[in-house]
């Protein structure tokens, strides 16, 4: 179960940083924005699975900072998305 949750952080985490590079070399603001938006739906993942994988106990790991975290980036995003739409 930890081996399951801890992959899937990592492919929703990386696939973060991968879809910003991407929506920074967007060619329309259209494109930048639908990335952004994977960007967005990817934060809101990562932070599900940091706190399933502190709610489950399996790691002896405090993850309250990074929730918190992901909580800020998540409203970043939210801003960028709304942002733009405008």
């Given at each position: 179960?930890?081996?399951?949750?801890?992959?899937?952080l990592?492919?929703s985490?990386?696939?973060?940083?991968?879809?910003?590079?991407?929506?920074?070399?967007?060619?329309?603001?259209?494109?930048?924005?639908?990335?952004?938006?994977?960007?967005?739906?990817?934060?809101?993942?990562?932070?599900?699975?940091?706190?399933?994988?502190?709610?489950?106990?399996?790691?002896?790991?405090?993850?309250?900072?990074?929730?918190?975290?992901?909580?800020?980036?998540?409203?970043i995003?939210?801003?960028?998305?709304?942002?733009?739409?405008?």
């Amino acid at each position: 179960m930890e081996y399951v949750l801890s992959k899937q952080l990592l492919r929703s985490g990386t696939s973060i940083g991968a879809n910003v590079e991407e929506a920074s070399g967007g060619q329309t603001r259209k494109d930048f924005l639908t990335k952004m938006y994977i960007v967005y739906k990817e934060a809101r993942l990562t932070k599900y699975w940091l706190r399933l994988l502190q709610q489950s106990n399996l790691v002896n790991i405090d993850l309250t900072n990074e929730l918190i975290y992901a909580d800020e980036i998540i409203r970043i995003l939210s801003l960028i998305v709304k942002t733009t739409e405008k």
